[in-house]
Structure formats: C-alpha cells, structure tokens
C-alpha cells in the first residue's frame, strides 16, 4: 500500500502495522472470539489514520489498496493442504491439524465437511502436523513448504478396532529400504502375502519389486 501511495502513507507506523489496542481498547471482540473458537485467522484493516476520511478521498485510498488486496487473496492459496479421510470407508472427516511446537492459543484448524479439507497457511519451514479425531488413531506426517508454494498431504485416518497381531516383513529385491505402507496395501511395486509359521502365528510379507 505505501509503495503504491507514492504520498507517504502511513509512514508514522511500523511498516503499515497498527497495534489495534493501542488506538482503542476492548475486553474481547469478534476477533478474538473467530480465531480462537472458530480457528480464523481475522484481523483488522485500516485504511486511513482518519476514523472517517472524507469520501472525496475514497479514490486514492483504492488505488493505494487494491494491489495489495489482490495479493492478499493470492497468498490464501498457498500453504499446506489436503483431504482427511476414513481410511476404511474413505468417508471425509472432521479433524483437528496441529502443529507441533507451532500452534498456540487454538491456532490449530479443523478439516471441514462435506469435503474433508483442510488449510494451513503458513510461513516456510518444516514441520510436523498431527491429525486427529475421537474414534481413531492419530496420524503425525513431516512437510516442508516454501513462500509462494502449495504442498497438498491427503490422510487417511485409521478407526479404532481395525488392527490386528499381524507381523511386517519387508524384502526388497534391490536390498534398498524405502517407504511402506503400514497398512499393507498393494500397489503396483508392493506386493503382499500371508504366510503362516510353525508356531502357528501369521505373518505379513511385503515384497517391494
């Protein structure tokens, strides 16, 4: 907004920031009750260091806002995101996404029906997101996200009372550890088997081509 201003605009303050409880003060508002109970991220815009700024100025306060709000609701597609889903029936799912060492003061979100999404908007980094929900087991994963980028992480979340005593055993036929599938799924290189030993157990092995 100051760039585009060319008038000194706003320049008294930190780079454009207000501290809102400096100018008027309030013992909780809408702000403070959508972002900690709704998981918003809402905050307060001011165009002017005038309450009311005469209309004749309304013009010239645009043309010095515009840029800066179209860039704004750029930014809003950028972040980690993805679906949450019942890992049996592949149902969407309400869960809380919490970020370790991250989150505080209920800055985590939920993913939101009918669909299951959820959005993270966050400055780069790694971290660790923790996905959980009454009913199931949670599920930590590991994402890096840059400026300026979409990093999608779909997760399928596993209900109480759908594991079992069932044993991994992983060959590869390149001798080469890579990633498994805990939940034994097959795949196009996974291939799985049952095999039963003398003890009488069963044992679950993932061949990986």
């Known amino acids: 907004c100051q760039t ?11 780079d454009g920031i207000t501290n ?19 998981h918003c991220r809402e905050f307060t815009l001011e165009l002017s260091d ?9 013009p010239t306060l645009w043309d010095a806002n515009y840029p800066s709000l179209l860039n704004y609701m750029e930014q809003s597609l950028y972040g980690i995101r993805g679906i949450v889903t019942d890992s049996i029936t592949g149902n969407p799912l309400k869960a809380k996404i919490e970020i370790t060492n991250h989150d505080v003061d209920s800055s985590h979100v939920f993913s939101n029906l009918p669909i299951g999404n959820y959005h993270r908007h966050i400055f780069q980094g790694n971290y660790n997101l923790t996905f959980s929900k009454n009913g199931y087991y949670s599920k930590t994963i590991n994402a890096t996200i840059l400026n300026n980028d979409i990093v999608i ?17 992983a060959t590869s036929k390149s001798n080469k550890i890579i990633n498994i599938d805990i939940l034994g799924r097959e ?23």
């Open 153 to 169: 992480e779909d997760v399928e979340l596993v209900p109480f009372g759908n594991t079992n005593s069932i044993s991994e055993i």
């Open 50 to 58: 005038d309450k009311t700024p005469n209309p004749n100025d309304l």
């Open 187 to 209: 795949s196009k290189t996974n291939k799985i088997k049952l095999i039963k030993t003398k003890e009488g157990t069963i044992k679950k092995q993932i061949t990986i081509n």
């Open 4 to 14: 585009n201003s060319g008038n000194g605009y706003f320049n008294y303050l930190n």
């Open 20 to 38: 809102g409880w400096d100018w008027y003060s309030v013992a909780g508002g809408r702000q403070d009750y959508m972002n900690y109970f709704k």
